[in-house]
């Protein structure tokens, strides 16, 4: 049995339909990227499994238990947390202040000083920075903040959506590097992320989801080596498929 089983799953805005028949699985310390192009229904699907959005229809399980029937702020204590798009950090807040608004859960609060030393492990800069405001730091910095965050929850499924929006190359280098380290600790990820050449590499298996529904899916190796993909998200020319 997947950690993370959705089946079937469909999400509207009112009468919008924003994802409909939706089905995949995220297994026990497995990477998994969902990519696609904007607005194709991927911040909406992983909010969703977040429990801050409800679906319609389907059905969306963690490790056996229907989410369906937990209010949307016990979904965390399940074993999930979520990196939303946009880091949405306080502030005004210090950087250790940021960071122990993850550990709110009691099982989380026991581990506060364990966690908060495993994140800064993960990201010495903020170590050094833990006092300074977190509106003050780096666009990199600040999603470090937003990830170590929701570590402080201590999650079986970490849920990032969009890590690498907005950052320099080498701080994007440094980002996956970090998702890697988390993932060998044995989170499993569910990455939804554009760079789509990244979100390949660093993941097992890969879905695509197009206009809300999901149009292909695999091992990420395979799912690079498809022509559309490679065309549609890799930049590599029609022509070059032909000639190969």
Not at 78 to 104: D, H, S
Not at 219 to 230: E, G, T
Request: with cysteine; charged share 25%.
């Amino acid at each position: 049995m997947s950690l993370l089983e959705v089946r079937r799953l469909s999400i509207a805005y009112g009468d919008a339909p924003a994802v409909w028949d939706a089905t995949l699985d995220v297994g026990s310390g497995e990477v998994v990227s969902v990519i696609g192009p904007n607005g194709a229904g991927k911040s909406t699907l992983v909010n969703t499994i977040a429990g801050l959005q409800r679906a319609r229809g389907g059905e969306l399980r963690f490790d056996g238990i229907d989410l369906a029937a937990v209010p949307s702020h016990l979904v965390c204590r399940q074993g999930i947390a979520l990196v939303p798009e946009g880091r949405r950090l306080f502030a005004r807040m210090t950087v250790e202040e940021n960071l122990e608004m993850g550990g709110y859960r009691a099982e989380a609060r026991r581990a506060r000083a364990a966690t908060l030393e495993r994140v800064y492990r993960l990201f010495p800069i903020l170590s050094e920075r833990r006092r300074q405001l977190a509106g003050a730091l780096s666009g990199g910095q600040q999603q470090m903040v937003a990830i170590g965050r929701a570590l402080m929850a201590q999650p079986r499924l970490l849920l990032l959506d969009e890590p690498s929006l907005g950052l320099a190359p080498a701080v994007v280098d440094h980002m996956f590097e970090i998702i890697r380290a988390i993932n060998a600790e044995g989170v499993a990820i569910l990455l939804v992320e554009q760079n789509v050449a990244r979100a390949l590499e660093v993941a097992a298996r890969a879905y695509v989801l197009e206009e809300g529904r999901i149009v292909t899916d695999g091992p990420a190796s395979i799912v690079r080596q498809h022509a559309r993909i490679r065309q549609a998200y890799l930049g590599v020319p029609e022509d070059a498929d032909k000639e190969a």
